[in-house]
C-alpha cells in the first residue's frame, strides 16, 4: 500500500511533464507542419496561457505553497487545456482573449460573407483582409477557395 500512497501523492509530478510540456510541445510541432491553422491557434494560445500559469506561480509561489491542492488544480486546468476532446486553449481564444486583442480585426457579421469566410479573413492581418476584399470584388470568392485549396495540395506535397 505504501507504493500507492507515494503515486498518489506526487501523481502531479509524475503526469505533470507529460501533460504540461511533452505532450504539448509533440502537438505543436505537428500544428507547424500541417496546413491549417485552427490548430497553430491551439498551440500558440496553450503556451501563452501556460507562460502567464508559470509566471503567476512563480510571482505567488509563498502564498501557493501554503494551498496543499494548488499542483492538482493546474494540472487538471493544464489538462483541460491539452486534452483534445476540450480543446479547453481554442475555448479560452475564442470566449475571452480574442474580443481584447484585435490584430487582424473584426469582421462584421453584417457583412456579405458567410461564417465561415469571416473565419477565414479574421485570421488574417488587416494587409492580408484588405488585399483577399479586393481579390474577392475582382474574382469572387469561389476563386479565394480554389487558390487556398491549390495552396492546401501544394503544401500536401511537400
Known amino acids: 500500500m505504501g507504493i500507492l500512497a507515494v503515486i498518489a501523492k506526487r501523481l502531479d509530478a509524475l503526469l505533470g511533464p507529460g501533460v504540461m510540456l511533452l505532450y504539448p510541445l509533440y502537438a505543436s510541432l505537428r500544428a507547424i507542419e500541417s496546413p491549417s491553422t485552427l490548430d497553430d491557434q491551439q498551440w500558440l494560445t496553450y503556451w501563452i496561457i501556460y507562460s502567464f500559469i508559470t509566471l503567476f506561480e512563480l510571482s505567488c509561489y509563498k502564498v501557493l505553497a501554503w494551498l496543499p491542492f494548488w499542483a492538482y488544480m493546474k494540472l487538471l486546468f493544464c489538462m483541460w487545456l491539452v486534452l483534445p476532446m476540450f480543446h479547453g486553449a481554442a475555448y479560452i481564444y475564442e470566449k475571452h482573449i480574442r474580443r481584447y486583442v484585435k490584430i487582424g480585426g473584426y469582421v462584421s457579421p453584417s457583412s456579405n460573407y458567410t461564417a465561415d469566410q469571416r473565419k477565414v479573413l479574421q485570421m488574417m492581418s488587416l494587409d492580408a483582409r484588405k488585399s483577399v476584399s479586393q481579390y474577392v470584388e475582382k ?11 491549390a495552396a492546401e495540395k501544394e503544401t500536401k506535397k511537400r
Not at 139 to 149: F, L, P
Open 139 to 149: 474574382h469572387g470568392w469561389e476563386a479565394v477557395e480554389r487558390a487556398i485549396k
